[in-house]
């Protein structure tokens, strides 16, 4: 099955280096580019996209916004952010808006690959670590009023399932969560995805996110 890729950045330097690289997999195809969000949501619309590598500053629209607005589509693709050291907070709110993950503009291109790979398959959060890192820095940020309706669901969990979500909020994966509480991966994966459904959320990212906005896990990343 060939992923279909969406570029988005205002640069056309870089989406053209990202596309060579893109255009020697076998598996992935570029079916179209935009420069900035007005352009990449009007695309989206008319386009069968997969998986979005978005830039977040851009003129006219900025990326965060633009993830929003495409996250809210019907059956939208999924979105991966690309910043830079200097704009971390900006993936802090993408990820809020909606992204499966982000990655560093720099970032290799196998890693990158392996990423969009890993967001079309809709199973992980991308690069939990670094994840774990920007949201220990940005945590501060999050509001600590009127979360109670989010406490009021994390009721819905059974014990175990409120220590799973610990763990992947703490950023492990579900090897290392299994081997953490001794249990079968199969196992946690299934744990995940009755939290997923009783918090009525997409995918990992938005567990992380709501770990930190209701106070289970702390900056530093303990529970």
């Known amino acids: 099955m060939t992923i279909r890729v969406m570029l988005v950045d205002d640069q056309v330097l870089l989406r053209t280096g990202f596309r060579m690289v893109l255009a020697a997999q076998p598996d992935m195809e570029v079916v179209a580019e935009a420069g900035d969000g007005v352009e990449a949501l009007q695309v989206v619309r008319s386009t069968d996209v997969d998986v979005v590598l978005m830039d977040v500053r851009m003129p006219k629209l900025d990326g965060v916004e633009a993830t929003r607005r495409i996250c809210a589509e019907q059956d939208p693709p999924?979105?991966?952010?690309?910043?830079?050291?200097?704009?971390?907070?900006?993936a802090f709110s993408g990820l809020k808006a909606g992204a499966s993950g982000f990655m560093l503009k720099d970032v290799p291109p196998g890693e990158l690959l392996a990423a969009?790979?890993?967001?079309?398959?809709?199973?992980?959060?991308?690069a939990p670590s670094t994840t774990r890192r920007l949201l220990d820095?940005?945590?501060p940020?999050?509001?600590t009023t009127g979360k109670?309706?989010?406490?009021?669901?994390?009721?819905?969990?059974?014990?175990?399932?409120?220590e799973v979500m610990v763990l992947v909020a703490q950023g492990?994966?579900?090897?290392?969560?299994?081997?953490?509480?001794?249990?079968s991966e199969a196992t946690v994966k299934t744990h995940v995805g009755r939290i997923l459904t009783k918090l009525g959320l997409r995918d990992r990212v938005q567990v992380v996110v709501l770990a930190y906005e209701t106070?289970?896990?702390r900056a530093g990343g303990h529970g």
């Open 78 to 90: 999924k979105v991966l952010i690309l910043t830079t050291f200097d704009l971390d907070e900006y």
């Open 116 to 126: 969009i790979r890993s967001v079309h398959s809709g199973d992980a959060v991308v």
């Open 137 to 139: 820095r940005f945590a």
């Open 141 to 143: 940020m999050l509001p």
């Open 148 to 162: 109670e309706p989010r406490h009021k669901e994390l009721e819905r969990l059974t014990e175990r399932e409120r």
């Open 172 to 183: 492990l994966s579900n090897g290392e969560i299994a081997a953490r509480l001794v249990l």
């Open 215 to 217: 106070g289970i896990v």
